[in-house]
């Protein structure tokens, strides 16, 4: 059984990894592979993902939304079963978002991320964010 610094190196080791692949390689495998069950929970959207299938098509359908999405790590906390990263994500909105079709606009918004872990594996991406300011920000709202 790994000590509690370890597992705090194992768990930022597969967080880093994470967003890695996601957001600077944008290579969607790479990214559902970080996984041992893949999971995404977006409250702001209303999306609950579940199952390897599922993540896969939702992280390819994000990049062609914001083929250039870009996540900036601020401050990563651990807790007994998760990371926390505060960040802030952004990109250029290029294809459908949210029922929104391109608009060409940038995005970037704070957002928070939450990493659940059982034991050093990856189970599930929770990701919270205010929507309106994305909204705002495509010109959906005023």
């Not at 597969?14 to 957001?23: G, L, Y």
């Not at 990109?91 to 659940?116: H, S």
Request: negative net charge.
């Amino acid at each position: 059984m790994p000590t509690t610094s370890e597992l705090r190196s194992l768990r930022e080791t597969a967080v880093n990894a994470h967003v890695q692949a996601e957001a600077v390689d944008h290579d969607v495998d790479a990214t559902v592979a970080t996984f041992s069950k893949p999971r995404y929970e977006v409250p702001a959207i209303g999306a609950v993902v579940d199952g390897a299938q599922a993540v896969h098509a939702f992280i390819e359908q994000l990049l062609t939304s914001f083929p250039d999405l870009w996540v900036r790590q601020d401050v990563l906390r651990h807790s007994d079963d998760a990371v926390i990263v505060e960040a802030k994500f952004g990109g250029t909105q290029r294809g459908i978002w949210a029922g929104i079709a391109p608009t060409g606009k940038a995005v970037e918004v704070d957002c928070v991320l939450i990493f659940l872990f059982d034991g050093s594996e990856l189970v599930c991406e929770k990701v919270y964010f205010d929507n309106a300011t994305i909204l705002r920000q495509l010109g959906a709202l005023a």
